[in-house]
């Protein structure tokens, strides 16, 4: 395994759920000397420093500013999603059939839901404890599998292998007891008669993390894939990933790389990790929010600069959103533009749609054809066949909400939105390489 593989494995295994991404995110920042600023208060910025933000504990945005005035050389900057498709755990979850106990979910996001079953689940979120001061808030990982969602063995459904379609109210409630369940207990749960304290999950979580059942207050849980990434296949060349949430923390762990490495320039660079893109992006952290613009603008202002010299960046400003790209599947070529799909192992893919599922436009694919160029790296284009409409991303999104150009681009990706996904490592490479060279682009236009 490479080292960027390595690195990129670590955290992922880290990254179970979108908090636990935005705090490592966090950590790395801290660690390569970001400073840590909050929303409420004043802000003195130095021009050439780094320094990060972060909203509703799943979305961080990180930027340096620029040594020359902001509203002359405006900004360019990177954005992601922490947020990955995942079963999330409904409030009053427990569900008891004769000594079973279930935990009932919703479904987060588009996903591809046959994977979810007869695997070992783990489970991560946040614990809200009761404390002095209010609520306090732990990330917390099982770190173990704790559950799964059996199917119906194949004598009881010999069509099972025709598809299946799950009802994720009836089927995908996740079996974590089959022993000594208390059914009364888990019955005033569901009703909403019991509190969180009084849960399974809570006496589970409480016990990992060595606090009282009854401190806690509040659950935020989803389940995830118990198993982590791993990376199989030749060192270097034709090394495969396969790990759950690729899509997008490996977005998020090229740009946090590139961020990272890059040096200060006359422009103000930005590196946004956004939340909640997989259902909208439509909150305080997704892309649809005030979240970017409003950073971009204290920056303007903690620069002294004017409300026009805002004005006077955007348009010289430039936007790259890292989202996977759809990579072509040998076993279904009638699903693909042969001509434009991305192949695994030829770099990254800049992605065009004329409905505008992607933010890319001529001059923009050009642009990134150029710094893929600069860098050293081979580049690709993809565009779904004219009979399918592809999915969309944040760039489409920050690009209307900032009013800046933007180019969508991803690294080939098998298998969107399973439970595992796939990409090639020396492609996570090349996207780190191409965009280690877009920071250091002193001037967009
Ligand atoms: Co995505």
Not at 142 to 161: A, F, K, Q, T, Y
Not at 234 to 239: H, M, P, Q
Not at 240 to 259: K, Q
Request: a negative charge.
């Amino acid at each position: 395994m490479t080292d960027t593989t390595k690195s990129l494995c670590d955290f992922l295994d880290a990254s179970p759920t979108p908090y636990h991404a935005a705090d490592n995110i966090k950590a790395y920042l801290a660690a390569h000397g970001a400073i840590q600023l909050d929303e409420r208060d004043a802000w003195n910025l130095e021009p050439g420093a780094a320094y990060f933000v972060t909203r509703g504990s799943s979305a961080v945005v990180a930027f340096r500013p620029g040594l020359r005035p902001f509203g002359a050389e405006g900004f360019i900057m990177a954005g992601a999603h922490t947020d990955s498709p995942c079963l999330k755990i409904r409030r009053g979850a427990e569900r008891a059939a004769r000594s079973m106990l279930r935990i009932a979910v919703e479904v987060y996001g588009g996903a591809i839901l046959s994977g979810w079953l007869d695997r070992p689940l783990a489970l991560a979120g946040r614990v809200f404890l009761r404390g002095e001061g209010g609520l306090r808030e732990l990330l917390y990982s099982s770190g173990r599998p704790v559950g799964v969602i059996p199917n119906l063995p194949i004598h009881l459904n010999r069509e099972i292998n025709k598809g299946i379609e799950y009802n994720p109210h009836q089927h995908l409630p996740v079996l974590v007891e089959t022993a000594g369940i208390d059914t009364k207990a888990a019955a005033a749960a569901q009703a909403g008669g019991a509190g969180d304290g009084d849960s399974w999950l809570a006496r589970l979580a409480a016990a990992d993390l060595g606090v009282s059942p009854e401190a806690v207050a509040a659950l935020d849980l989803s389940f995830v894939d118990a198993q982590g990434a791993v990376a199989f296949g030749r060192d270097g060349a034709g090394e495969l990933v396969n790990s759950p949430r690729l899509d997008d923390l490996a977005g998020c762990h090229a740009i946090l790389e590139a961020f990272g490495a890059a040096l200060p320039t006359s422009r103000t660079q930005a590196a946004c990790f956004l939340d909640a893109e997989e259902v909208g992006s439509m909150t305080a952290q997704g892309a649809d929010s005030s979240f970017v613009r409003d950073m971009l603008a204290r920056i303007n202002l903690s620069m002294n600069g004017t409300a026009e010299d805002f004005y006077r960046a955007v348009p010289r400003s430039l936007c790259v959103s890292v989202d996977g790209a759809q990579a072509w599947n040998p076993a279904y070529p009638e699903k693909f533009d042969e001509g434009f799909s991305p192949l695994l192992g030829k770099g990254p893919a800049v992605k065009m749609n004329a409905n505008q599922r992607y933010a890319t436009d001529a001059l923009t694919a050009d642009r990134f054809a150029e710094t893929c160029r600069c860098a050293g790296v081979p580049f690709q284009t993809y565009m779904s066949r004219a009979d399918i409409q592809p999915g969309t991303t944040i760039g489409p999104i920050s690009s209307s909400r900032l009013g800046v150009r933007t180019i969508d681009v991803g690294h080939p990706l098998l298998a969107m939105h399973a439970i595992r996904e796939t990409i090639e490592g020396s492609d996570h490479r090349a996207m780190i390489g191409a965009l280690k060279e877009f920071f250091k682009e002193a001037q967009a236009s």
